[in-house]
Protein backbone atom coordinates (compact mmCIF):
# COMPACT_ATOMS: atom_id res chain seq x y z
CA UNK A 1 0.00 0.00 0.00
CA UNK A 2 1.29 3.35 -0.76
CA UNK A 3 1.60 6.18 1.68
CA UNK A 4 -0.90 7.76 2.11
CA UNK A 5 0.93 10.92 3.25
CA UNK A 6 2.65 11.55 -0.28
CA UNK A 7 -0.71 12.35 -1.78
CA UNK A 8 -4.22 14.06 -1.72
CA UNK A 9 -6.57 11.88 -0.08
CA UNK A 10 -9.41 10.67 -2.30
CA UNK A 11 -12.12 13.23 -1.76
CA UNK A 12 -9.57 15.91 -0.72
CA UNK A 13 -10.74 18.33 -3.32
CA UNK A 14 -12.73 21.31 -2.13
CA UNK A 15 -16.18 19.69 -1.94
CA UNK A 16 -18.78 21.23 -4.06
CA UNK A 17 -21.70 20.28 -1.61
CA UNK A 18 -22.66 21.30 2.27
CA UNK A 19 -21.19 18.66 3.81
CA UNK A 20 -17.52 20.03 4.68
CA UNK A 21 -18.70 23.37 6.17
CA UNK A 22 -17.85 24.75 9.64
CA UNK A 23 -19.07 27.27 11.11
CA UNK A 24 -16.49 29.84 12.60
CA UNK A 25 -17.51 29.19 16.09
CA UNK A 26 -18.61 25.42 15.98
CA UNK A 27 -14.37 25.05 16.29
CA UNK A 28 -14.76 21.01 15.38
CA UNK A 29 -10.61 20.03 14.92
CA UNK A 30 -9.67 16.62 13.30
CA UNK A 31 -7.65 15.07 16.28
CA UNK A 32 -5.93 11.68 16.21
CA UNK A 33 -8.25 9.02 16.05
CA UNK A 34 -6.30 7.41 19.08
CA UNK A 35 -6.55 10.05 21.25
CA UNK A 36 -9.97 10.38 20.65
CA UNK A 37 -10.98 7.33 21.45
CA UNK A 38 -8.39 6.71 23.93
CA UNK A 39 -6.45 3.39 22.21
CA UNK A 40 -3.20 3.01 23.80
CA UNK A 41 -0.35 2.50 21.73
CA UNK A 42 2.74 0.47 23.70
CA UNK A 43 5.30 -0.57 21.23
CA UNK A 44 5.27 -3.93 22.82
CA UNK A 45 3.70 -5.19 19.29
CA UNK A 46 5.11 -4.72 15.48
CA UNK A 47 1.54 -5.30 14.53
CA UNK A 48 0.00 -1.71 17.44
CA UNK A 49 2.80 -0.12 15.85
CA UNK A 50 1.54 -0.86 12.15
CA UNK A 51 -1.69 0.11 13.27
CA UNK A 52 -0.51 3.30 15.40
CA UNK A 53 1.39 3.82 11.87
CA UNK A 54 -1.71 3.83 9.95
CA UNK A 55 -3.43 5.90 12.30
CA UNK A 56 -1.30 8.57 12.30
CA UNK A 57 -0.97 8.47 8.17
CA UNK A 58 -5.00 8.76 8.53
CA UNK A 59 -4.86 11.73 10.92
CA UNK A 60 -2.55 13.75 8.51
CA UNK A 61 -4.71 12.79 5.35
CA UNK A 62 -7.64 14.34 7.17
CA UNK A 63 -5.60 17.56 7.75
CA UNK A 64 -4.42 17.53 4.08
CA UNK A 65 -8.74 16.89 3.42
CA UNK A 66 -9.21 20.26 4.96
CA UNK A 67 -6.04 22.80 4.10
CA UNK A 68 -4.06 20.72 1.22
CA UNK A 69 -5.66 21.95 -1.61
CA UNK A 70 -6.52 25.32 -0.30
CA UNK A 71 -2.40 26.01 0.17
CA UNK A 72 -2.53 24.87 -2.75
CA UNK A 73 -4.69 27.19 -4.35
CA UNK A 74 -3.20 29.79 -2.35
CA UNK A 75 0.58 29.03 -3.80
CA UNK A 76 -0.46 28.55 -7.34
CA UNK A 77 -1.29 32.64 -7.98
CA UNK A 78 1.17 33.76 -5.94
CA UNK A 79 3.63 32.16 -8.12
CA UNK A 80 1.69 34.41 -10.87
CA UNK A 81 2.40 37.55 -11.71
CA UNK A 82 -0.69 39.63 -11.40
CA UNK A 83 -2.82 36.41 -10.02
CA UNK A 84 -5.72 34.72 -12.23
CA UNK A 85 -6.05 35.89 -15.20
CA UNK A 86 -9.67 37.75 -15.23
CA UNK A 87 -12.38 35.68 -16.86
CA UNK A 88 -10.78 32.86 -16.39
CA UNK A 89 -11.92 29.81 -15.16
CA UNK A 90 -10.35 27.76 -11.79
CA UNK A 91 -9.28 24.05 -13.06
CA UNK A 92 -10.36 21.88 -10.62
CA UNK A 93 -8.19 18.73 -9.95
CA UNK A 94 -10.38 15.72 -10.82
CA UNK A 95 -12.79 14.26 -7.78
CA UNK A 96 -12.19 10.52 -7.24
CA UNK A 97 -15.56 8.96 -7.38
CA UNK A 98 -14.60 5.76 -5.82
CA UNK A 99 -13.35 7.35 -2.79
CA UNK A 100 -15.51 6.90 0.72
CA UNK A 101 -18.41 9.36 1.27
CA UNK A 102 -16.27 12.53 3.50
CA UNK A 103 -18.11 12.59 6.97
CA UNK A 104 -20.24 15.49 8.48
CA UNK A 105 -19.60 17.40 11.08
CA UNK A 106 -21.98 18.14 13.85
CA UNK A 107 -22.93 21.78 12.71
CA UNK A 108 -23.70 20.61 9.46
CA UNK A 109 -25.92 17.69 10.34
CA UNK A 110 -27.51 20.08 12.98
CA UNK A 111 -28.39 22.54 9.70
CA UNK A 112 -29.32 20.30 7.50
CA UNK A 113 -32.39 18.89 10.11
CA UNK A 114 -32.59 22.78 11.22
CA UNK A 115 -32.64 24.45 7.82
CA UNK A 116 -35.65 22.20 6.06
CA UNK A 117 -37.69 23.05 9.61
CA UNK A 118 -37.17 26.74 8.94
CA UNK A 119 -37.89 26.93 5.19
CA UNK A 120 -41.10 24.92 5.84
CA UNK A 121 -42.21 26.89 8.95
CA UNK A 122 -40.91 30.57 7.48
CA UNK A 123 -41.09 30.17 3.21
CA UNK A 124 -40.72 33.61 2.60
CA UNK A 125 -37.53 34.19 4.46
CA UNK A 126 -33.99 34.42 1.93
CA UNK A 127 -31.72 31.65 2.34
CA UNK A 128 -28.45 34.09 3.44
CA UNK A 129 -30.64 34.47 6.67
CA UNK A 130 -31.97 31.38 6.77
CA UNK A 131 -28.23 30.22 7.38
CA UNK A 132 -27.88 32.80 9.97
CA UNK A 133 -30.35 32.14 12.20
CA UNK A 134 -29.09 28.08 12.24
CA UNK A 135 -25.28 29.79 12.83
CA UNK A 136 -26.79 31.42 16.06
CA UNK A 137 -28.92 28.61 16.78
CA UNK A 138 -25.98 26.53 17.28
CA UNK A 139 -23.96 28.62 19.30
CA UNK A 140 -26.81 28.98 22.18
CA UNK A 141 -27.45 25.41 21.71
CA UNK A 142 -26.91 23.34 25.02
CA UNK A 143 -24.71 21.07 25.27
CA UNK A 144 -26.47 18.06 26.01
CA UNK A 145 -28.26 18.74 22.59
CA UNK A 146 -25.02 19.65 20.70
CA UNK A 147 -23.49 16.70 22.18
CA UNK A 148 -26.19 13.99 19.95
CA UNK A 149 -25.00 15.99 16.31
CA UNK A 150 -21.26 15.65 17.42
CA UNK A 151 -21.85 11.95 18.56
CA UNK A 152 -23.00 11.39 15.65
CA UNK A 153 -20.20 13.05 13.52
CA UNK A 154 -17.77 11.02 15.43
CA UNK A 155 -19.54 8.22 14.40
CA UNK A 156 -19.30 9.17 10.79
CA UNK A 157 -15.54 10.06 10.93
CA UNK A 158 -15.13 6.04 12.69
CA UNK A 159 -17.30 5.23 9.49
CA UNK A 160 -14.60 7.51 7.11
CA UNK A 161 -11.60 6.33 8.47
CA UNK A 162 -12.48 2.83 7.99
CA UNK A 163 -13.98 2.70 5.09
CA UNK A 164 -10.60 5.23 3.61
CA UNK A 165 -8.09 2.41 5.25
CA UNK A 166 -10.05 -0.35 3.19
CA UNK A 167 -10.36 2.11 0.41
CA UNK A 168 -6.27 2.67 0.45
CA UNK A 169 -5.71 -0.80 -0.43
CA UNK A 170 -7.52 -1.33 -3.94
CA UNK A 171 -6.33 -0.75 -6.86
CA UNK A 172 -8.77 2.34 -7.63
CA UNK A 173 -6.83 4.20 -5.03
CA UNK A 174 -3.23 3.67 -6.38
CA UNK A 175 -4.24 4.64 -9.75
CA UNK A 176 -5.72 8.19 -8.58
CA UNK A 177 -2.56 7.96 -6.59
CA UNK A 178 -0.32 7.86 -9.56
CA UNK A 179 -2.19 10.21 -11.67
CA UNK A 180 -2.75 12.51 -8.83
CA UNK A 181 0.82 12.98 -8.61
CA UNK A 182 1.83 13.66 -12.19
CA UNK A 183 -0.74 16.34 -11.92
CA UNK A 184 1.41 17.37 -9.70
CA UNK A 185 4.64 17.08 -11.41
CA UNK A 186 3.09 18.92 -14.50
CA UNK A 187 1.73 21.23 -12.60
CA UNK A 188 5.43 22.12 -11.07
CA UNK A 189 6.85 22.05 -14.32
CA UNK A 190 4.52 24.32 -15.76
CA UNK A 191 5.22 26.88 -12.69
CA UNK A 192 8.85 26.58 -13.31
CA UNK A 193 8.48 27.11 -16.90
CA UNK A 194 6.51 30.30 -16.21
CA UNK A 195 9.20 31.63 -13.99
CA UNK A 196 11.88 31.55 -16.85
CA UNK A 197 9.88 33.68 -19.19
CA UNK A 198 11.76 37.47 -19.04
CA UNK A 199 9.25 40.11 -17.77
CA UNK A 200 7.47 42.73 -19.30
CA UNK A 201 7.03 46.07 -17.36
CA UNK A 202 3.85 47.21 -19.44
CA UNK A 203 2.55 43.82 -18.97
CA UNK A 204 3.62 43.29 -15.52
CA UNK A 205 1.94 46.40 -14.40
CA UNK A 206 -1.24 45.81 -16.31
CA UNK A 207 -1.47 42.45 -14.29
CA UNK A 208 -0.93 43.89 -10.97
CA UNK A 209 -3.88 46.48 -12.06
CA UNK A 210 -5.91 43.63 -12.97
CA UNK A 211 -5.00 41.99 -9.27
CA UNK A 212 -6.73 44.40 -7.36
CA UNK A 213 -10.05 43.34 -8.79
CA UNK A 214 -9.65 39.41 -8.74
CA UNK A 215 -10.60 37.10 -5.95
CA UNK A 216 -7.74 34.72 -6.52
CA UNK A 217 -8.82 32.44 -2.90
CA UNK A 218 -12.35 31.30 -2.10
CA UNK A 219 -12.45 29.87 1.27
CA UNK A 220 -13.91 26.48 1.45
CA UNK A 221 -17.47 27.71 3.62
CA UNK A 222 -18.02 31.02 0.27
CA UNK A 223 -17.48 27.97 -2.39
CA UNK A 224 -20.58 26.01 -0.48
CA UNK A 225 -22.54 29.04 0.23
CA UNK A 226 -22.22 30.25 -3.05
CA UNK A 227 -22.85 26.74 -4.01
CA UNK A 228 -26.12 26.80 -2.33
CA UNK A 229 -27.15 30.21 -2.97
CA UNK A 230 -27.39 28.45 -6.37
CA UNK A 231 -29.13 25.87 -5.63
CA UNK A 232 -32.11 28.08 -4.31
CA UNK A 233 -31.81 30.36 -7.10
CA UNK A 234 -32.24 27.30 -9.51
CA UNK A 235 -35.34 26.92 -7.20
CA UNK A 236 -37.21 29.80 -7.32
CA UNK A 237 -36.12 29.94 -11.26
CA UNK A 238 -38.23 26.85 -11.36
CA UNK A 239 -40.94 27.72 -9.22
CA UNK A 240 -41.30 30.89 -11.30
CA UNK A 241 -41.35 29.51 -14.68
CA UNK A 242 -44.65 27.22 -13.06
CA UNK A 243 -45.92 29.85 -11.68
CA UNK A 244 -45.46 31.91 -15.01
CA UNK A 245 -46.86 28.53 -16.97
CA UNK A 246 -50.09 28.74 -14.13
CA UNK A 247 -50.66 32.25 -15.20
CA UNK A 248 -50.30 31.71 -18.94
CA UNK A 249 -52.95 29.26 -18.40
CA UNK A 250 -55.36 31.38 -16.40
CA UNK A 251 -55.09 34.19 -18.59
CA UNK A 252 -56.11 31.58 -21.59
CA UNK A 253 -59.26 31.08 -19.40
CA UNK A 254 -60.15 34.25 -18.76
CA UNK A 255 -59.71 35.61 -22.47
CA UNK A 256 -62.45 32.15 -23.28
CA UNK A 257 -64.89 33.28 -20.55
CA UNK A 258 -64.49 36.92 -21.64
CA UNK A 259 -65.81 35.68 -25.07
CA UNK A 260 -68.41 33.74 -23.55
CA UNK A 261 -69.68 36.73 -21.38
CA UNK A 262 -69.76 38.79 -24.48
CA UNK A 263 -71.65 36.22 -26.48
CA UNK A 264 -74.25 35.53 -24.39
CA UNK A 265 -74.98 39.37 -23.26
CA UNK A 266 -75.50 39.75 -26.91
CA UNK A 267 -77.70 36.88 -26.88
CA UNK A 268 -79.69 38.59 -24.20
CA UNK A 269 -79.97 41.76 -25.65
CA UNK A 270 -81.62 40.16 -28.66
CA UNK A 271 -84.24 38.17 -26.55
CA UNK A 272 -84.76 41.71 -24.62
CA UNK A 273 -85.36 42.96 -27.93
CA UNK A 274 -87.42 40.28 -29.20
CA UNK A 275 -89.82 40.05 -25.86
CA UNK A 276 -90.60 43.83 -26.13
CA UNK A 277 -91.87 43.27 -29.34
CA UNK A 278 -94.34 40.47 -28.20
CA UNK A 279 -95.28 42.50 -25.49
CA UNK A 280 -96.19 45.41 -27.72
CA UNK A 281 -98.11 42.76 -30.24
CA UNK A 282 -99.63 41.30 -27.03
CA UNK A 283 -100.89 45.16 -26.31
CA UNK A 284 -102.02 45.38 -29.71
CA UNK A 285 -104.22 42.19 -29.59
CA UNK A 286 -105.93 43.04 -26.37
CA UNK A 287 -106.93 46.22 -27.27
CA UNK A 288 -108.35 45.09 -30.38
CA UNK A 289 -110.05 41.98 -28.86
CA UNK A 290 -111.46 44.71 -25.97
CA UNK A 291 -112.75 46.63 -29.29
CA UNK A 292 -114.46 43.97 -30.97
CA UNK A 293 -116.16 42.03 -28.20
CA UNK A 294 -117.25 44.76 -26.61
CA UNK A 295 -120.97 43.25 -27.76
CA UNK A 296 -120.78 39.90 -26.75
CA UNK A 297 -121.50 39.63 -23.28
CA UNK A 298 -120.54 36.42 -20.87
CA UNK A 299 -123.65 33.65 -21.30
CA UNK A 300 -125.49 34.40 -18.09
CA UNK A 301 -124.28 37.96 -17.34
CA UNK A 302 -123.93 41.31 -18.53
CA UNK A 303 -119.81 41.93 -18.57
CA UNK A 304 -118.25 42.72 -21.65
CA UNK A 305 -114.21 43.03 -21.62
CA UNK A 306 -112.24 46.31 -21.26
CA UNK A 307 -108.46 46.54 -21.82
CA UNK A 308 -107.91 45.55 -18.25
CA UNK A 309 -110.36 42.65 -18.11
CA UNK A 310 -109.88 41.16 -21.39
CA UNK A 311 -107.78 38.14 -19.94
CA UNK A 312 -109.99 36.83 -17.25
CA UNK A 313 -113.18 37.91 -19.90
CA UNK A 314 -111.48 35.63 -22.74
CA UNK A 315 -111.09 32.60 -19.48
CA UNK A 316 -114.36 32.77 -18.33
CA UNK A 317 -115.79 33.13 -21.44
CA UNK A 318 -113.91 30.04 -23.12
CA UNK A 319 -114.80 28.27 -19.36
CA UNK A 320 -119.02 28.96 -20.59
CA UNK A 321 -118.68 27.75 -23.89
CA UNK A 322 -116.95 24.43 -23.37
CA UNK A 323 -119.67 23.73 -20.85
CA UNK A 324 -122.70 24.28 -22.55
CA UNK A 325 -121.81 23.68 -26.11
CA UNK A 326 -125.36 22.94 -27.79
CA UNK A 327 -126.65 26.49 -25.41
CA UNK A 328 -124.03 28.71 -26.93
CA UNK A 329 -123.57 27.95 -30.52
CA UNK A 330 -125.01 31.35 -30.90
CA UNK A 331 -122.16 33.37 -28.74
CA UNK A 332 -119.32 30.98 -30.81
CA UNK A 333 -120.70 31.64 -34.27
CA UNK A 334 -121.00 35.36 -33.17
CA UNK A 335 -117.24 34.88 -31.62
CA UNK A 336 -115.94 33.43 -35.06
CA UNK A 337 -117.32 36.21 -37.09
CA UNK A 338 -115.62 39.08 -34.40
CA UNK A 339 -112.41 37.10 -34.74
CA UNK A 340 -112.45 36.78 -38.57
CA UNK A 341 -113.11 40.35 -39.03
CA UNK A 342 -109.92 40.87 -36.71
CA UNK A 343 -108.04 38.17 -38.91
CA UNK A 344 -109.17 39.97 -41.91
Known amino acids: ?44 SQQEDQDHQV ?38 SPRDNNAPKAPLTGYVRFMNERREQLRAERPDVPFPEITRIVGSEWSKLPTHEKQRFL ?3 DRDKERYTKE ?8 AFRSYSRKSQNRQKGRQQRQEASRTIPSDPEKESV ?14 E ?13 QLRKSNMEHEERNAALQKHVESMRSAVQRLEAELQ ?3 GRNTLLQQHLQNVRQTLSHCLQAVPIPGTTET ?14 SAVLTHPKESEALISGVREVLSQLEG
Open 1 to 44: MESAASVVPPGGEIEDSKENVDPPFSGTQVTDISKAHGTPHPPS
Open 55 to 92: QHQLTEQQHLLEGGERRQDEEQPRARRGGWTKGRKRKR
Open 151 to 153: DEA
Open 164 to 171: LQQYQKTE
Open 207 to 220: LKERSVFDIPIFTE
Open 222 to 234: FLNHSKARETELR
Open 270 to 272: QEQ
Open 305 to 318: PTLETIDSYMSRLQ
